[in-house]
């Protein structure tokens, strides 16, 4: 069935770092993806979304390029801030199933150092 | 409503107590989901309901799970003969996946407790 793998975290950064995590998935047919986040004490909320190969997602200075060839959506942002410290998920929806089922990752921790 | 609630936001029950979760998803919107979270983990897929297809109950993790959907409106989730690991917050979600490229909206959750 359809799976997404992402990198193990907790992820810990100095403010202004470049900031990757990674996220692979498995799925036949065309999956959108999506990274979903979830700050401290709040509830999870779209962060990004890509709809078809080589789509590039972007929000609040993060970027994923829907990459179908290594089947990756990697997170980037060039400049992190404390701010963005939380839980980061990665998730896809429409994969073999083609029944709408949204089927995250086991999400990564992020922590930002001033 | 304005976004998905759940009720309540909080709840201590004693173990071997059965306890109903309540979703109300944003009005309109034909797919609703159940996760959990367990402390410092990530979300684990419960059950899945879309319009008036059979739900996919695939991950639930024991028969002393179960959940409805009435109206394809509001959800229940209830837990039978609560145990200790069931502790975790269940959140549930909601949207309109027309052409599977809607974002979920997700509920505050509800953090379950079992002592």
């Known amino acids: 069935g359809d799976s997404v793998t992402q990198m193990e975290g907790p992820v810990t950064l100095s403010e202004e770092a470049f900031l990757t995590i990674n996220c692979t998935y498995t799925?036949?047919?065309?999956?959108?993806l999506f990274w979903y986040v979830q700050y401290p004490g709040e509830g999870l909320q779209l962060l990004l979304k890509?709809?078809?190969?080589?789509d590039k997602g972007s929000n609040k200075g993060f970027e994923a390029t829907y990459r179908k060839e290594t089947t990756s959506f990697h997170l980037e942002k060039g400049s992190v801030q404390v701010s963005d410290s939380a839980v980061y998920f990665c998730?896809?929806?429409?994969?073999?199933?083609?029944?709408?089922?949204?089927?995250f990752g086991q999400g990564t921790t992020l922590q930002v150092k001033p | 409503g304005a976004g998905v609630s759940q009720s309540p936001s909080n709840k201590v029950t004693e173990k071997g107590k059965d306890v109903e979760l309540r979703c109300d998803p944003i009005?309109?919107?034909?797919?609703l989901y159940w996760y959990r979270q367990s402390l410092g983990q990530g979300l684990e897929f419960l059950i899945y309901?879309?319009?008036?297809?059979?739900?996919?109950k695939s991950g639930l993790p024991s028969d002393r799970f179960s959940a409805e959907r009435t109206g394809g409106s509001v959800s229940t989730l209830t837990i039978q003969r609560t145990q200790q690991e069931d502790s975790a917050v269940y959140l549930c979600?909601?949207?309109?996946?027309?052409?599977?490229?809607?974002?979920?909206?997700f509920g505050q959750g509800t953090r379950l407790t079992v002592v």
């Open positions: 009005s309109g919107h034909t797919a």
């Open positions: 309901f879309q319009g008036n297809s059979a739900p996919d």
């Open positions: 799925a036949t047919g065309y999956p959108s």
């Open positions: 998730a896809l929806i429409g994969g073999s199933s083609n029944t709408g089922k949204l089927i």
């Open positions: 890509a709809t078809k190969a080589d």
């Open positions: 979600a909601s949207s309109y996946p027309g052409n599977l490229n809607t974002e979920a909206f």
